[in-house]
């Protein structure tokens, strides 16, 4: 008798820590996008080596992603208002399930607008995501997009161009590595930003703007 209420008393406190788990991970930022992600898997047959785009709102809301890459297969696992911090901390969601044969990244652009990092931050959260990534895939090529220009953020330009700097030179020193620059193709014929691409928060893009986007990505996807 003594044993068996000991057993339950056991088992209560770990039902309690289970349960403190639970809940403790569903107040962690985007775990509902995570969870979305794992029921579309779940009903949905992940295909053989796609592409994988993991990142922020500008992968997120390029629905239509595979319509731009003809012959490609891609799953795009954006989940907006993400920083390198969320991809971290939620790499292995991200990246076990599908075997990808690429990895194309965008992510930063919130890192620099909400936590008022330093640019050199901002970098040690791209290496540490890239390092999650050489673990699980050693030999699966990587590309990252440049952070874009967002026009409602114009204050941290000079952060982004010092993040893009960073990493463009990180990526060189590493094979099946790259960085795929899309600010220029952004730019009108005088060299200045295009506002006509964004959407009327000046920060999300129009379809224009993801065509513009394809034109430089294409030659650099497997």
Known sequence: MKYNKLL????FFLAMILNSLFYSAQDKPFWKDIQEFKMIDQTKAIP????????SSSFTKWQDVNDYFPGKTIINRGFGGSRLLDLNYYADDLLNPYNPKQIVIYCGENDIATDNPTAAEVF????TFFGKIRQKYPRVPVAYVSIKYSPSREKFWPEV???N???KSYLKTHKKAKYIDITKVMNDANGKLR???FLDDMLH???EGYKLWS????????
């Open 165 to 167: 700097a960073l990493i």
């Open 215 to 222: 034109q430089v990505m294409k030659s650099h996807l497997k």
């Open 195 to 197: 506002t006509d691409i």
């Open 161 to 163: 161009t010092e993040v």
């Open 8 to 11: 339950f008393q056991k088992l």
């Open 205 to 207: 893009m129009k379809p």
């Open 48 to 55: 053989a080596k796609p592409i994988l785009f993991v990142g």
């Open 124 to 127: 040690e959260r791209f290496k």
